[in-house]
């Protein structure tokens, strides 16, 4: 079975590689499923039943829906990109825009899900198992995709700018990796501190960036993007 869900996430990855022509976009999308997963289990202790191979078996076909949830995230953010619009404007208006049918599609799967979810009959002991794993894990997915994911990409895409700027730009790259570590210790630090990050993001974490970062001339966000990089590539190719 570890071998058959190797091979299915690397089919997803290739697969959604293809689509936006991005692996780093598409190991974004595989950032859902450990909190797909973490839902379904959490889902069974809500539950009271243990977790076995049949709730992996539902973990699995929960993996396809959450994918399926973030590739039309990650889509209309291409789309908004392609546009015109800012990094956080094309994250806030893709969350905006999406919220609504992401929200409704889980609602009504989870919806349809309950009844056998609370069914006492000895035949659906079974399907129990598989149809927590999917409701919980959609569930908690769900909020997951609409709520971390567009942070993720806005936090992703500026290391992808630093460590570009170091790797290609920077005349002292360890001066560089030095400042990625300390941008590193930054970020984790504000998770360990998220209340008080809350009331002063600009104040704490937004000066210290622009400390070590301000006057790098590093690309703007736009620059790296895949969406803008692939459009490029096909204007250079029709002139």
Known sequence: MQTNLLILLVIMTLIVSLHSRSVFQA????????????????GHVIVGIPVSILSAFGMIALIGVLINDAIVFLDTYNRNLLEGMTIKEAVFSAAKSRFRPIVLTSITTVAGLLPLISETSFQAQFLILMATSIAFGILFGTVFILLFFPTIILVSTDFRRVWNHVLNHDKHPMVGVLKIIATNLVYLTSFVLFPIFVF???????????????????????????????LKEEEERTI
Do not use: D, H, R
């Open 27 to 42: 190991l974004l999308i595989l950032l859902v499923i450990p909190a797909g997963v973490a839902g379904g289990i959490l």
């Open 200 to 230: 002063f993001p600009n104040m704490i974490l937004g000066k210290t960036l622009s400390l070590l970062w301000g006057n790098s001339n590093v690309k703007s966000a736009k620059q790296i993007e895949p969406a803008i990089l692939n």
